[in-house]
């Protein structure tokens, strides 16, 4: 591993694909043994993650708390076992602490939580909130003068919130041009498919009627999610969005495009076949 | 020991009342976990789906109530609380009968932890005028209250659980449940314990318990928050002269809230309140969460003596 101009680590796009396999083999371990939990959006999620907290988040293992972190906000809180998996690559958290996913007194609550976990920056569960919180960080960190970044996760079902849209419409309107998103697209939300429930139409549309810098992305390929994160980089005037588009589940078949295993544990079986598919 | 969980009885209700044609079922993407899939499943056409804005379903409801409608919506119980003020201003201001229903409610839905687990909603809705306050306690009742509700022209709030527990009622005692009147499950002169939901069966055990002891409980399951059932809690003043409530909710402004405001302004009496004690849950098991936070059943039993003593 070498450090590029900005002295961060480069890694070879196969490092990157390695650790998103451990961390999608982690998701299913901690959610077949909660027998509870969403595997669906986390197993979308986590390559946008690695790629994140790999190569551009500005975080400390040994400081979490440092003021000047960069600062990561999942708002689609039950994903958590995509972050806890990142947080435990990364050193926040350790292996033991992945077995305490949903058990009494563990540190990886049900849903992502800053009071419990090292690293978590944002208390996530209730659904569109976490935009406007991370306008509020992206604001703070202008009004101190400091080139912390703000970077916040979204689902797709989650833009169906009201909030989203004034926090959209707000940031624009603050010009605040240290504020990037991700969209999980990946059409499923929790009763079924989006289509069915209430659709969204044309997602990139919306946020440039917003005013936002928006990119679209295939969500499960490294390098574009790298190149992806150096276009955030560039877009100096407005927030940026970045449209991942994703697979519900993605890695593990039965999973894949499954409105079931949106909030569901595999059973012993289907874990045995999960760990046979993500080698 | 038969089992049934509150949502269920929700789920089963509005099956029933879809010989009327103008109930209407409205949904926040949570239709799975409330049961009321089970409606959409068979009545497509009448069942409106709004995807993840809480907020808005509030409102479509009020709207679809003035005009004929008989709407019953439903997420989270914390996610009703989303749209309060939607609710406060848009609904129960106007006056309007739109039904609300609060699945998964209390520490006792477990895993998902503090987000998911409301411990303050039937204190809440509790203070809006005209707004009725259910929180029944078995999947039976829940179904026989919940049909009750499309006859009433005023708001509803109805809290169910995410789990089953004990079943209270059969066909046959849940003919007679009203809403607005406790019901008595056990006599006994020593110290009335009031509850609700997923609590009244715990109660029942403290209280068998509490016999083995020769000490006698009454239990009541006083599925109606509001309005209260002020004239059996007056009757049992003189009666036991003692109380214990027990809700899987805080302990402020719920039924332990509600029984001491009646208690306070009509006839002091020492009260005991079991429930949340001021502080957000956690992960974990329902039951294993109870026992941490005191609201096990040897918790109310301890409290039924310290209610006793203080007479
Ligand atoms: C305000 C709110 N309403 C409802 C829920 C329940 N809920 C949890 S996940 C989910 C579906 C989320 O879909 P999406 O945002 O697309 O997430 P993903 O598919 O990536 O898991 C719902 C409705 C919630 N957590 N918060």
């Given at each position: 591993m070498s450090v590029d101009s900005d002295g961060r680590q480069i890694h070879s796009i196969e490092e990157l694909e390695a650790t998103a396999?451990?961390?999608r083999r982690g998701i299913v371990t901690m959610v077949h043994r909660a027998n509870a939990g969403h595997p669906g959006g986390s197993l979308s999620a986590i390559d946008m993650l690695v790629a994140l907290y790999k190569t551009r988040l500005n975080v400390d293992p040994s400081n979490p708390k440092d003021p000047e972190r960069d600062r990561f906000i999942m708002s689609k809180g039950h994903a958590s076992p995509a972050v806890y998996t990142i947080l435990n690559e990364m050193g926040f958290i350790s292996s033991a602490d992945l077995e305490t996913y949903r058990v009494l007194g563990g540190v990886c609550q049900g849903h992502v939580d800053m009071k419990w976990t090292p690293g978590v920056d944002f208390s996530a569960g209730s659904l569109g909130m976490g935009l406007s919180f991370g306008l509020g960080t992206a604001l703070a960190a202008r009004m101190d003068g400091?080139?912390?970044t703000s970077y916040v996760m979204l689902g797709d079902g989650e833009l169906q919130e009201g909030q989203i849209w004034e926090a959209a419409m707000a940031a624009v309107h603050h010009e605040v041009n240290n504020l990037n998103v991700f969209v999980d697209r990946n059409r499923i939300q929790n009763d079924d498919f989006m289509d069915k429930q209430l659709r969204l139409f044309d997602v990139a549309a919306k946020w440039e009627g917003f005013g936002w810098a928006v990119r679209e992305c295939d969500g499960h390929n490294m390098s574009e999610l790298l190149s992806a994160l150096e276009w955030m980089d560039s877009i100096t005037d407005r927030p940026a969005?970045?449209?991942?588009?994703?697979?519900?589940?993605?890695?593990?078949?039965?999973?894949?495009?499954?409105?079931a295993f949106h909030g569901a544990a595999p059973n012993d079986e289907q874990l045995a076949q999960a760990m046979e598919e993500l080698q | 020991m038969t089992m049934g969980a509150s949502r269920d009885g929700y789920g089963a209700a509005l099956l029933k009342l879809a010989s009327d044609p103008t109930v209407v079922v409205v949904e926040a993407d949570l239709g799975k976990s409330t049961k009321s899939q089970n409606f959409r499943k068979v009545y497509p056409e009448r069942t409106i789906s709004l995807g993840i804005s809480e907020q808005n379903m509030m409102?479509?409801?009020?709207?679809?109530?003035?005009?004929?409608?008989?709407?019953?919506?439903?997420?989270?119980?914390?996610?009703?609380e989303r749209g309060f003020e939607q609710v406060r201003n848009g609904i129960a201001r106007p006056n309007i009968p739109v039904h609300i229903c609060g699945s998964h409610g209390g520490?006792?839905?477990?895993?998902?932890?503090?987000?998911?687990?409301?411990?303050?909603d039937l204190a809440i809705y509790r203070t809006l005028p005209n707004m009725l306050v259910i929180h029944p306690s078995d999947d039976i009742s829940t179904e026989m209250l919940t049909i009750q509700l499309a006859d009433m022209n005023s708001p509803s709030y109805t809290r169910t659980a995410r789990n089953k527990t004990p079943r209270i009622y059969d066909a046959d005692s849940a003919s007679r449940l009203e809403i607005g009147k406790g019901v008595t499950l056990r006599e006994g002169n020593d110290v009335a314990i009031i509850a609700c939901g997923v609590m009244v069966s715990k109660s029942l055990d403290a209280a068998a318990e509490l016999a083995k002891e020769g000490v006698e409980a009454t239990v009541i399951d006083m599925h109606t928050i509001k309005p209260l059932d002020g004239e059996l809690i007056s009757n049992l003043a003189s009666r036991c002269g003692a109380f214990v409530t027990v809700e899987d909710h805080s302990i402020i402004g719920g039924l332990g809230g509600a029984v001491a405001e009646h208690l306070s302004s009509n006839c002091p009496a020492p009260l005991e309140r079991i429930g949340v004690k001021d502080h957000f849950g956690q992960s974990g098991g329902g039951d294993e969460l109870l026992e941490k936070f005191g609201m096990g059943i040897n918790h109310i039993i301890e409290a039924s003596k310290v209610a006793i003593q203080r007479k």
């Amino acid at each position: 591993m070498s450090v590029d101009s900005d002295g961060r680590q480069i890694h070879s796009i196969e490092e990157l694909e390695a650790t998103a396999m451990l961390c999608r083999r982690g998701i299913v371990t901690m959610v077949h043994r909660a027998n509870a939990g969403h595997p669906g959006g986390s197993l979308s999620a986590i390559d946008m993650l690695v790629a994140l907290y790999k190569t551009r988040l500005n975080v400390d293992p040994s400081n979490p708390k440092d003021p000047e972190r960069d600062r990561f906000i999942m708002s689609k809180g039950h994903a958590s076992p995509a972050v806890y998996t990142i947080l435990n690559e990364m050193g926040f958290i350790s292996s033991a602490d992945l077995e305490t996913y949903r058990v009494l007194g563990g540190v990886c609550q049900g849903h992502v939580d800053m009071k419990w976990t090292p690293g978590v920056d944002f208390s996530a569960g209730s659904l569109g909130m976490g935009l406007s919180f991370g306008l509020g960080t992206a604001l703070a960190a202008r009004m101190d003068g400091s080139s912390r970044t703000s970077y916040v996760m979204l689902g797709d079902g989650e833009l169906q919130e009201g909030q989203i849209w004034e926090a959209a419409m707000a940031a624009v309107h603050h010009e605040v041009n240290n504020l990037n998103v991700f969209v999980d697209r990946n059409r499923i939300q929790n009763d079924d498919f989006m289509d069915k429930q209430l659709r969204l139409f044309d997602v990139a549309a919306k946020w440039e009627g917003f005013g936002w810098a928006v990119r679209e992305c295939d969500g499960h390929n490294m390098s574009e999610l790298l190149s992806a994160l150096e276009w955030m980089d560039s877009i100096t005037d407005r927030p940026a969005v970045l449209i991942a588009h994703t697979i519900k589940g993605k890695g593990v078949s039965f999973m894949e495009d499954n409105p079931a295993f949106h909030g569901a544990a595999p059973n012993d079986e289907q874990l045995a076949q999960a760990m046979e598919e993500l080698q | 020991m038969t089992m049934g969980a509150s949502r269920d009885g929700y789920g089963a209700a509005l099956l029933k009342l879809a010989s009327d044609p103008t109930v209407v079922v409205v949904e926040a993407d949570l239709g799975k976990s409330t049961k009321s899939q089970n409606f959409r499943k068979v009545y497509p056409e009448r069942t409106i789906s709004l995807g993840i804005s809480e907020q808005n379903m509030m409102l479509v409801s009020a709207g679809l109530a003035t005009s004929g409608y008989k709407p019953f919506a439903s997420t989270f119980a914390i996610f009703t609380e989303r749209g309060f003020e939607q609710v406060r201003n848009g609904i129960a201001r106007p006056n309007i009968p739109v039904h609300i229903c609060g699945s998964h409610g209390g520490i006792h839905t477990g895993t998902d932890g503090s987000s998911a687990q409301s411990i303050e909603d039937l204190a809440i809705y509790r203070t809006l005028p005209n707004m009725l306050v259910i929180h029944p306690s078995d999947d039976i009742s829940t179904e026989m209250l919940t049909i009750q509700l499309a006859d009433m022209n005023s708001p509803s709030y109805t809290r169910t659980a995410r789990n089953k527990t004990p079943r209270i009622y059969d066909a046959d005692s849940a003919s007679r449940l009203e809403i607005g009147k406790g019901v008595t499950l056990r006599e006994g002169n020593d110290v009335a314990i009031i509850a609700c939901g997923v609590m009244v069966s715990k109660s029942l055990d403290a209280a068998a318990e509490l016999a083995k002891e020769g000490v006698e409980a009454t239990v009541i399951d006083m599925h109606t928050i509001k309005p209260l059932d002020g004239e059996l809690i007056s009757n049992l003043a003189s009666r036991c002269g003692a109380f214990v409530t027990v809700e899987d909710h805080s302990i402020i402004g719920g039924l332990g809230g509600a029984v001491a405001e009646h208690l306070s302004s009509n006839c002091p009496a020492p009260l005991e309140r079991i429930g949340v004690k001021d502080h957000f849950g956690q992960s974990g098991g329902g039951d294993e969460l109870l026992e941490k936070f005191g609201m096990g059943i040897n918790h109310i039993i301890e409290a039924s003596k310290v209610a006793i003593q203080r007479k």
